[in-house]
């Protein structure tokens, strides 16, 4: 067997795709990631890593492409980590998705007799984002706005990101030509000095209403007015112009105190026929158009006749709840952030929605206590974060014995581990359904169908 080492180069046939997109070749069985490879391809590398089990490899020549391979539309793609798949096409995204859900559900689920359905994708997969939120440094010659490459705090100046909203790249442009006028100082993360940390820029795909969002390091800044004209003479959509106060040593981007310099608090959108009202806080999917394709699945799934009692585990700001209470007889939603709740209670009075209901607390913890109550749900929908179900939840919601479960996920892994356990409880996962909302990048969302064995 060869003896790897770090700076080696070596040519190798792709064999297959790790979870990130990033292809896999296996020389005399041992494992080399390879970002920017394709499965299919022959390639040079060179070793920039190399543990007992696998290595990580650079990507030097590509020596026979993949008929699958596409120019990036975007300059700086290679360098900035806010994409992974654009050197893929999209047909070829879409199948890679559904295959990672596949490979997860048969290997850390185990299983085998599940109908796991294409992906489904966009019509234009690109400029699809209604919020982006984007560090500010100090570079060599000019503010630098951008995303940060790929394991690391290097913010990769952009002018153009071709994932978000055109708003956004006029944002930054703005944002940039002030701070170099002005000489407004960027934060610098390790000092903890400097003024501007991150820019956020909010788009409402259908009301059209634009929110910028300047996050300082400091309660007041220089040159403010000249910021607001600015923004108001060249943005026509803008309806909120906000200042986000974050002056903690952290990763997090927004501080708890936000101040309207100009305009509303808010701004607004629609999913479906429903209104919601924006803060800079708020939750909100950051793809309009696949998230009403995700909640129309959802709904689909849950196959509500007007009688149903629904139970909607981690309802965030309460969208999906908004969406089931269209056909259920009544909504229960619980979350454990409290101002979610506040904006879900809100939402649902904006939309005259009456036959939801909003707690606080854990759902592992409050759904039992709804049971105990005598309130038990016929379907219930869990939209967990990344992590997935506490298993106690999963179990309280087997004990209680609902017809159906609809599991909304962000992460098939654990999407896979939860639903082995909800097979060994009575259920029986019966279909799942990838859907891409986040194109160009390795994210993948799905609704999977998960019935009572009768």
Not at 73 to 88: A, D, E, N, S
């Given at each position: 067997?060869?003896?790897?080492?770090?700076?080696?180069?070596?040519?190798?046939?792709?064999?297959?795709?790790?979870?990130?997109?990033?292809?896999?070749?296996?020389?005399?069985?041992?494992?080399?990631?390879?970002?920017?490879?394709?499965?299919?391809?022959?390639?040079?590398?060179?070793?920039?890593?190399?543990?007992?089990?696998?290595?990580?490899?650079?990507?030097?020549?590509?020596?026979?492409?993949?008929?699958?391979?596409?120019?990036?539309?975007?300059?700086?793609?290679?360098?900035?980590?806010?994409?992974?798949?654009?050197?893929?096409?999209?047909?070829?995204?879409?199948?890679?998705?559904?295959?990672?859900?596949?490979?997860?559900?048969?290997?850390?689920?185990?299983?085998?007799?599940?109908?796991?359905?294409?992906?489904?994708?966009?019509?234009?997969?690109?400029?699809?984002?209604?919020?982006?939120?984007?560090?500010?440094?100090?570079?060599?010659?000019?503010?630098?706005?951008?995303?940060?490459?790929?394991?690391?705090?290097?913010?990769?100046?952009?002018?153009?990101?071709y994932i978000q909203h055109q708003v956004g790249d006029e944002v930054v442009q703005l944002t940039r030509s002030w701070m170099k006028e002005y000489n407004i100082q960027a934060y610098d993360e390790e000092s903890g000095s400097g003024v501007v940390r991150h820019v956020?820029?909010?788009?409402?795909?259908?009301?059209?209403?634009?929110?910028?969002?300047?996050?300082?390091?400091?309660?007041?800044?220089?040159?403010?007015?000249?910021?607001?004209?600015?923004?108001?003479?060249?943005?026509?959509?803008?309806?909120?112009?906000?200042?986000?106060?974050?002056?903690?040593?952290?990763?997090?981007?927004?501080?708890?105190?936000?101040?309207?310099?100009?305009?509303?608090?808010?701004?607004?959108?629609?999913?479906?026929?429903?209104?919601?009202?924006?803060?800079?806080?708020?939750?909100?999917?950051?793809?309009?158009?696949?998230?009403?394709?995700?909640?129309?699945?959802?709904?689909?799934?849950?196959?509500?006749?007007?009688?149903?009692?629904?139970?909607?585990?981690?309802?965030?700001?309460?969208?999906?709840?908004?969406?089931?209470?269209?056909?259920?007889?009544?909504?229960?939603?619980?979350?454990?952030?409290?101002?979610?709740?506040?904006?879900?209670?809100?939402?649902?009075?904006?939309?005259?929605?009456?036959?939801?209901?909003?707690?606080?607390?854990?759902?592992?913890?409050?759904?039992?206590?709804?049971?105990?109550?005598?309130?038990?749900?016929?379907?219930?929908?869990?939209?967990?974060?990344?992590?997935?179900?506490?298993?106690?939840?999963?179990?309280?919601?087997?004990?209680?014995?609902?017809?159906?479960?609809?599991?909304?996920?962000?992460?098939?892994?654990?999407?896979?581990?939860?639903?082995?356990?909800?097979?060994?409880?009575?259920?029986?996962?019966?279909?799942?359904?990838?859907?891409?909302?986040?194109?160009?990048?390795?994210?993948?969302?799905?609704?999977?169908?998960?019935?009572?064995?009768?």
């Amino acid at each position: 067997m060869l003896d790897f080492k770090k700076n080696q180069e070596l040519i190798v046939d792709i064999i297959s795709e790790g979870y990130e997109g990033e292809g896999v070749a296996k020389p005399e069985g041992f494992p080399i990631f390879v970002s920017g490879a394709l499965k299919g391809e022959k390639v040079k590398i060179r070793l920039v890593k190399v543990s007992k089990n696998h290595g990580y490899g650079k990507l030097i020549e590509i020596l026979e492409p993949s008929k699958e391979r596409v120019e990036p539309v975007c300059p700086i793609y290679k360098r900035c980590g806010g994409c992974q798949l654009q050197h893929m096409s999209y047909e070829e995204q879409l199948r890679f998705k559904k295959n990672r859900v596949t490979d997860c559900l048969e290997r850390i689920g185990k299983l085998k007799d599940v109908v796991i359905h294409p992906t489904l994708g966009m019509d234009n997969p690109l400029r699809y984002r209604n919020k982006v939120q984007l560090p500010v440094g100090r570079g060599e010659t000019e503010p630098a706005i951008g995303f940060y490459a790929a394991r690391s705090h290097e913010i990769i100046n952009l002018q153009q990101c071709y994932i978000q909203h055109q708003v956004g790249d006029e944002v930054v442009q703005l944002t940039r030509s002030w701070m170099k006028e002005y000489n407004i100082q960027a934060y610098d993360e390790e000092s903890g000095s400097g003024v501007v940390r991150h820019v956020m820029i909010r788009k409402g795909f259908k009301s059209g209403e634009a929110m910028v969002v300047l996050v300082t390091n400091t309660a007041k800044f220089p040159h403010k007015e000249e910021f607001i004209n600015l923004i108001v003479q060249n943005i026509p959509d803008v309806k909120s112009i906000i200042q986000n106060i974050n002056t903690k040593k952290t990763n997090v981007v927004l501080g708890l105190e936000n101040i309207t310099l100009w305009g509303s608090d808010t701004i607004s959108d629609y999913i479906g026929p429903f209104k919601f009202n924006i803060s800079p806080l708020s939750f909100f999917q950051v793809n309009p158009v696949q998230t009403e394709v995700l909640y129309g699945k959802t709904l689909e799934y849950a196959e509500l006749t007007g009688e149903e009692v629904v139970f909607d585990a981690y309802c965030g700001t309460g969208t999906i709840s908004l969406f089931l209470s269209q056909k259920a007889r009544k909504v229960y939603g619980v979350e454990i952030i409290e101002a979610a709740i506040i904006n879900a209670r809100e939402n649902a009075v904006l939309n005259g929605i009456e036959n939801a209901e909003f707690f606080v607390g854990e759902a592992e913890k409050v759904i039992p206590e709804l049971i105990s109550q005598g309130k038990k749900a016929d379907v219930v929908v869990v939209d967990p974060p990344r992590k997935g179900c506490e298993k106690s939840l999963i179990e309280a919601i087997a004990k209680m014995g609902p017809r159906r479960v609809v599991y909304v996920s962000c992460d098939p892994a654990t999407l896979a581990r939860d639903l082995a356990i909800f097979e060994t409880l009575g259920y029986k996962t019966i279909e799942v359904q990838p859907v891409d909302m986040f194109p160009q990048t390795a994210h993948v969302e799905c609704v999977a169908l998960i019935t009572r064995n009768i």
